[in-house]
């Protein structure tokens, strides 16, 4: 039986999704050396998580005003598997914070030009976009209230999410009051875990943190107390398996048809396909190769859909999800 692949990418991030081509032109052109982890990663090769940091940010450098943030939204349309059937849809993680106020690249208010210019194109296209604002773990819980200083007074309709992402160095535990002050503002709540920190951190994301998505969560398969936690409560994970390969290089073989088999609600995302070039058709190519079965490929495309926020609309404490898909 052969399945098209899911037409929704439910993990990709706006800072790593500027094209290669045009970041390597971009630096030549500036006389800028290009980090040697980016290149290896462009060449497909894996690098530990420490070197993807100073390339991933070598990268989003360029993003440099509104016509820069919309020109990646239409490059994250085209990474999406061609065709008008069946829902289209971008969850979509972005971190003003580093932009704005740390890089300072770019305005708040030509960041969220930008997006809204490109998510409006995206939708003509019949593609919704859901925006979920990233903190960084590791810079710890005063970051984390920065970060939402910064969103919350003005936060356009399309953002509906807040996670972490980053080191996994910081408990969960000490998160939990910036995450209980992102839920009582209206967000949803995920967070990368089980990536480049262990596997309970995913528990501990979910039952003390509060969250409600899991971004990779991979190492959660070492221990089925968690797979069983993930299934009953129905967390959906996104898995970005070119990513994994690449930032994850103990993983060993990939756990993903593990993950479905014991329940988990797993869908495909493309991560940071510039820094780590891929598109979610190549993801569906790479998912096929685990020798997953018929029902594992029916179950990632049925969770892309059913899970995915950008598709979702409804209350989400007193914000209207679907005014964000209005045309």
Same mark, same amino acid.
């Given at each position: 039986?052969?399945?098209?692949?899911?037409?929704? +990418?439910?993990?990709?991030h706006?800072?790593g999704?500027?094209?290669?081509a045009?970041?390597?032109?971009?630096?030549?052109?500036?006389? #800028?050396g290009?980090p040697?982890?980016?290149?290896?990663?462009?060449?497909?090769? !894996?690098?530990?998580?420490?070197?993807?940091?100073?390339?991933?940010?070598?990268?989003? @450098?360029?993003?440099?005003?509104?016509e820069?943030?919309?020109e990646?939204?239409r490059?994250?349309?085209?990474?999406?598997a061609p065709?008008?059937?069946?829902?289209?849809? !971008?969850d979509l993680?972005?971190?003003?914070?580093?932009?704005?106020?740390g890089? /300072?690249?770019?305005t708040?208010?030509? #960041?969220? *030009?930008?997006?809204?210019?490109?998510?409006?194109?995206?939708?003509?296209?019949?593609?919704?976009?859901?925006?979920? !604002?990233?903190?960084?773990?590791?810079?710890?819980?005063?970051?984390?209230?920065?970060?939402?200083d #910064?969103?919350?007074?003005?936060?356009?309709?399309?953002?509906?999410?807040?996670?972490t992402?980053?080191?996994?160095?910081?408990?969960?535990?000490?998160?939990?009051?910036?995450?209980d %002050?992102?839920?009582?503002?209206?967000?949803?709540?995920?967070?990368?875990?089980?990536?480049?920190?262990?596997?309970?951190?995913? *528990?501990?994301?979910?039952?003390?943190?509060?969250?409600?998505?899991?971004?990779?969560?991979?190492?959660?398969?070492?221990?089925?107390?968690?797979l069983d936690?993930?299934?009953?409560? %129905?967390?959906?994970?996104?898995?970005?398996?070119t990513?994994?390969?690449c930032l !994850?290089?103990?993983?060993?073989?990939?756990?993903l048809?593990?993950?479905?088999?014991?329940?988990?609600?797993?869908?495909l @995302?493309? +991560?940071?396909?510039?820094?780590?070039?891929?598109?979610?058709?190549?993801?569906?190519?790479?998912? /096929?190769a685990? &020798?997953?079965?018929?029902? +594992?490929?029916?179950?990632?495309?049925?969770?892309?859909?059913e899970d995915?926020?950008?598709?979702?609309? @409804?209350?989400? &404490? &007193?914000? *209207?999800?679907?005014?964000?898909?209005?045309?």
């Amino acid at each position: 039986m052969s399945l098209l692949p899911p037409r929704v +990418d439910r993990h990709t991030h706006l800072e790593g999704s500027l094209d290669p081509a045009w970041v390597k032109a971009q630096a030549q052109r500036e006389g #800028l050396g290009l980090p040697p982890s980016l290149e290896a990663l462009w060449r497909d090769e !894996i690098v530990p998580f420490e070197a993807f940091i100073p390339a991933f940010f070598f990268s989003c @450098g360029f993003l440099r005003g509104a016509e820069a943030a919309r020109e990646i939204l239409r490059a994250a349309v085209r990474r999406l598997a061609p065709g008008a059937d069946g829902p289209r849809g !971008i969850d979509l993680w972005v971190s003003p914070h580093h932009l704005c106020r740390g890089a /300072q690249l770019l305005t708040l208010d030509e #960041l969220w *030009r930008g997006m809204d210019e490109g998510i409006a194109e995206a939708r003509a296209q019949g593609v919704q976009v859901a925006v979920v !604002i990233d903190a960084v773990n590791h810079f710890g819980i005063a970051h984390g209230h920065e970060v939402l200083d #910064l969103v919350l007074p003005e936060r356009p309709d399309w953002v509906v999410g807040f996670s972490t992402g980053g080191l996994e160095g910081v408990p969960f535990r000490d998160w939990a009051p910036v995450f209980d %002050r992102a839920r009582k503002a209206g967000l949803r709540l995920a967070a990368h875990a089980g990536e480049n920190g262990p596997g309970t951190n995913v *528990r501990d994301a979910i039952l003390e943190a509060g969250v409600s998505r899991i971004v990779h969560g991979v190492r959660a398969a070492a221990h089925p107390d968690i797979l069983d936690l993930l299934a009953e409560r %129905r967390i959906p994970v996104d898995v970005c398996l070119t990513s994994n390969r690449c930032l !994850i290089p103990d993983l060993g073989p990939h756990p993903l048809k593990a993950m479905l088999r014991a329940g988990v609600r797993c869908a495909l @995302g493309t +991560d940071d396909p510039g820094v780590m070039p891929c598109d979610l058709p190549g993801e569906w190519r790479k998912a /096929q190769a685990l &020798g997953l079965e018929a029902q +594992d490929l029916e179950a990632l495309r049925r969770h892309a859909v059913e899970d995915a926020w950008s598709l979702q609309t @409804g209350l989400i &404490g &007193g914000t *209207r999800l679907d005014r964000a898909f209005e045309a």
